[in-house]
């Protein structure tokens, strides 16, 4: 079984703060993303990644997959209040998508 | 329009009853999905179906029957509900089965078993 961990779980942060959440596997992913969910909401893409060491920018988010396509991360500048939410990870193999247990975000204005 | 809808979005029932969750997607998908979120926000795949055929059933018991009556349809049936079905339930498509492909996920429908 793919585990993804995500970590931290819980973040509280101030608006203006910088922020980073990770994911990792002890499995290689052929395609990595994330997703962002509002409460009472489904996720949402916001990216995919499938290289190896492959960096996207997305305003003021930028994701990184790491060389082995086991791990990546979510950096986030300058958080603001839209930013809150929950951030999924999920790493695609074998036809299936397995999500991480999520990193509750909240900024605080 | 909604890309992914499903219905209702909130289901209140006793244990032990029977209960369905309607699904449509309108993006031409053919690949379609039910999840399951529990309360400690864990996103775990359910079923996967691509053009009508069963793909992926995650040791789901078999009291969850899904159902796809055209591509654009999955619904599903829990028969003898138990307290511990309580989640949100969320359908979603996308493109292909390919693993990269962007999944497009429903609003969610909350049941509460009590």
């Known amino acids: 079984t793919q585990l993804l961990e995500q970590s931290p779980q819980f973040l509280s942060i101030q608006e203006g703060e910088n922020l980073t959440v990770y994911c990792n596997s002890s499995?290689?992913?052929?395609?990595l993303q994330w997703y962002r969910q509002e409460p009472g909401e489904g996720p949402v893409l916001l990216v995919t990644?499938?290289?190896?060491?492959e960096v996207k920018k997305l305003k003021r988010l930028t994701f990184q997959f790491g060389d082995a396509r086991k791990d990546s991360s979510l950096h986030i500048t300058a958080a603001q209040p839209g930013d809150t939410g929950l951030y999924l990870c999920?790493?695609?193999?074998?036809?299936?998508?397995?999500f991480g247990k999520g990193t509750l975000l909240t900024v605080n204005p | 329009d909604t890309a992914v809808s499903q219905t209702p979005k909130y289901l209140v029932t006793q244990m032990g009853n029977d209960k369905s969750i309607k699904c449509e997607q309108n993006?031409?998908?053919?690949?379609m999905y039910w999840y399951k979120q529990d309360s400690k926000k864990f996103l775990k795949i359910m079923f996967s179906y691509n053009n009508k055929e069963l793909i992926i059933n995650e040791t789901v018991p078999n009291r969850f029957s899904p159902k796809s009556p055209d591509k654009a349809h999955l619904n599903l049936h829990i028969n003898s509900l138990e307290l511990g079905d309580s989640a949100v339930y969320f359908c979603?498509?996308?493109?292909?089965?390919?693993?990269?492909?962007?999944?497009?996920f429903g609003e969610g429908s909350w049941l509460t078993v009590v």
């Open positions: 979603a498509s996308s493109l292909g089965t390919r693993s990269g492909n962007t999944i497009y």
């Open positions: 993006l031409g998908h053919d690949t």
């Open positions: 499995s290689v992913f052929s395609s």
């Open positions: 999920a790493g695609g193999s074998n036809y299936k998508l397995t």
């Open positions: 990644v499938v290289t190896g060491g």
